[in-house]
């Protein structure tokens, strides 16, 4: 008679405890299963991306469809009522500025996204140790103060992430009344 042996396995997607008869498994049945449809469909996917024909189609129906009046309204509506839409023109926009004044970044946009994330998961400005707010141009809205601004810097400057702080507007606003001296330094450390 073979024994079979009952392992107990904590799931490493789900962190729930199962047992299973395998012994080099990581995963629940659930999630096994979920993940081998995951990786069909991206190799699925991969071939559809190769076909030039395909992808010069959807770029096209694209782009009417953005053009059209529904397509309008609906993208407008995402950049003002969701999150994602209000972070995705805020940074857009700051994007241009920066490229305006010829100034370097030295950080891709998932990074400053993952911090702006911890800090809203707090809830709280590390300055003030205000309330935050989801709700544009109001006191409590989380926006990016550049130490040094990006108004006075030479151009070429690099700004790295510990350069961005990340505080309320209000905060941002008291910020600007500080003298060029106070940056000087910074400048000059960077030359
Ligand atoms: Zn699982
Ligand atoms: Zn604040």
Same mark, same amino acid.
């Given at each position: ?13 789900? /962190? ?7 012994? /080099?498994?990581? #995963? +629940? ?14 190799? #699925? ?20 469809? /953005? ?8 993208? /407008? ?5 969701? !999150? ?12 241009? #500025? ?23 998961? !707090? ?8 309330? !935050? ?39 941002? +606003?008291?910020?600007?009344? #500080? ?13």
């Amino acid at each position: 008679m073979i024994f079979m042996r009952i392992h107990e396995v904590r799931c490493a997607r789900c /962190n729930r405890i199962v047992n299973t008869k395998a012994w /080099n498994t990581k #995963y +629940c049945f659930e999630c096994a299963s979920f993940l081998r449809k995951k990786i069909r469909q991206k190799k #699925y996917d991969s071939k559809r991306y190769l076909n030039l024909e395909r992808r010069e189609k959807v770029k096209n129906y694209h782009k009417r469809y /953005n053009h059209s009046k529904n397509g309008k309204n609906k993208n /407008n509506e995402w950049r003002r009522n969701t !999150l994602k839409g209000r972070i995705n023109t805020f940074l857009n926009n700051l994007n241009r #500025y920066e490229r305006r004044k010829g100034v370097i970044t030295n950080y891709s946009r998932i990074e400053l996204i993952k911090k702006m994330d911890r800090i809203r998961l !707090l809830g709280i400005c590390p300055q003030c140790k205000c309330k !935050l707010s989801n709700i544009p141009r109001t006191p409590n809205y989380l926006t990016i103060n550049h130490f040094p601004p990006i108004g006075i810097v030479p151009k070429g400057f690099v700004y790295t992430l510990d350069r961005l702080h990340l505080i309320c507007t209000s905060c941002n +606003c008291k910020d600007n009344q #500080y003298s060029f001296e106070k940056y000087k330094k910074e400048l000059e450390k960077n030359e």
